[in-house]
């Protein structure tokens, strides 16, 4: 099994509507999860932090995480054709700083 | 504030051929990291620097090379360089305190023939 799994997509989902992206994790010792994204041609940019069973918000943005389940996931509400991009999961793994990132789920917002 | 800049943008090398990737950032961060990403694959590790004066391997750190030059540059060296090896490198830097806040720069297109 992977540390880091998600579904490659691509998720389609129509303007306004809500986007769920979901991310698996083997390592059970995890404190905190990151949400990166990454449009086509750029680099990886932080958008979501967690570190607690629940949910954490930012503006349209709400991840969520069940450490009893090994999971985390990101809802976007109110999808834009702009949020249209590959969103990455990534975990921290084995101290100073190393994050463990999965292969990203491709999300399409249409008009 | 320029954050993370890489050098060169883009290069193409013939198999065999050798090349350093140039890293530098401006936000005084103690961490340097340089990966690779590849379709499907994600962003894969290759070297670490933890601080100024150490550097560690990563995921898929064969056929690289690393230099922690100064806190602020940290390069990476393709000795022979292989079509395997034919990717998107990016830097990133973070502060060793904030795990998982790490900034990333523009990326190195490279192809390998």
């Known amino acids: 099994q992977k540390e880091v799994e998600q579904n490659s997509g691509p998720l389609s989902v129509p303007e306004g509507a809500i986007a769920s992206l979901n991310c698996t994790y083997s390592d059970r010792g995890s404190q905190s999860f990151f949400w990166y994204r990454q449009y086509s041609g750029k680099s990886p940019e932080l958008i979501m932090s967690?570190?607690?069973?629940g949910d954490q918000e930012d503006g349209r943005f709400t991840a969520q995480l069940n450490k009893a389940s090994q999971y985390v996931s990101l809802l976007i509400r109110d999808s834009q054709p702009s949020d249209s991009a590959t969103y990455l999961c990534a975990v921290p793994s084995g101290g100073y700083n190393k994050l463990i990132f999965g292969a990203g789920t491709r999300l399409a917002v249409h008009p | 504030n320029a954050g993370v800049t890489q050098t060169p943008k883009f290069q193409v090398l013939k198999t065999g051929q050798s090349m350093t990737l140039q890293c530098a950032q401006d936000?005084?961060?103690?961490?340097m990291y340089w990966y690779r990403q590849d379709p499907g694959m994600g962003l894969r590790l290759i070297y670490y620097?933890?601080?100024?004066?150490?550097?560690d391997k990563g995921e898929v750190p064969n056929g690289y090379n690393v230099s922690r030059l100064n806190k602020r540059e940290f390069s990476l060296r393709l000795e022979s360089a292989a079509p395997s090896q034919t990717s998107v490198y990016f830097c990133a830097s973070s502060e060793r305190q904030v795990t998982g806040e790490q900034y990333f720069g523009p990326g190195t297109r490279l192809t390998v023939t």
């Open positions: 620097s933890a601080s100024e004066g150490t550097t």
């Open positions: 936000m005084n961060h103690n961490s």
């Open positions: 967690i570190y607690s069973n």
